[in-house]
């Protein structure tokens, strides 16, 4: 259980910075005036990779080598196409119900900056699931 607990204050760790790399080029790109959804997926892409590198290097073990890291790497994108892909729609849903029902200018101006931190926590414990039996189990 220590473990477990270690790996994952590592990880959130890791993504956090990872979250900051993702915050920064999504605050970038929105700002130049692409949509929420598309300057999420860009932003995601390089997030993803960075946890991915630091975290097999130093968070999880390779314990299982059924497949090598540059396969594990294939799945891990496949898995972040899919859930990048979920969490832009909700991003730009939430976005939306916000411009829609919020009348306060402070929030409708940050009103995808919002809808990014609140879906964060949700994507980083499905991260850390998913990198965990990715890198350790299969």
């Known amino acids: 259980m220590k473990k477990i607990i270690k ?4 990880f959130f760790c890791v993504s956090g910075v990872g979250w900051i790399i993702d915050f920064l080029i999504f605050i970038l790109l929105t700002h130049i005036g692409i949509s929420e959804v598309i300057a999420n ?12 590198l630091v975290s097999t290097n130093k968070i999880f073990k390779n314990i299982n080598k059924n497949l090598n890291l540059k396969k594990k790497f294939i799945l891990y994108i496949l898995y972040q196409i899919i859930v990048v ?9 939430i976005t939306k119900y916000i411009n829609n029902n ?14 990014k931190i609140l879906v964060t926590p949700i994507t980083m414990l499905l991260n850390f699931a998913f990198m965990k039996f990715l890198i350790e189990r299969v």
Do not use: P
Request: proline fraction near 0%; aromatic fraction near 18%.
């Open 7 to 10: 790996q994952a204050i590592n």
């Open 41 to 52: 997926i860009v932003s995601s892409f390089f997030a993803i990779t960075f946890v991915y």
């Open 85 to 93: 892909s979920v969490f832009s729609v909700f991003i730009g849903l």
């Open 102 to 115: 919020i009348d306060m200018e402070i929030v409708l101006k940050y009103s995808q900056l919002i809808a």
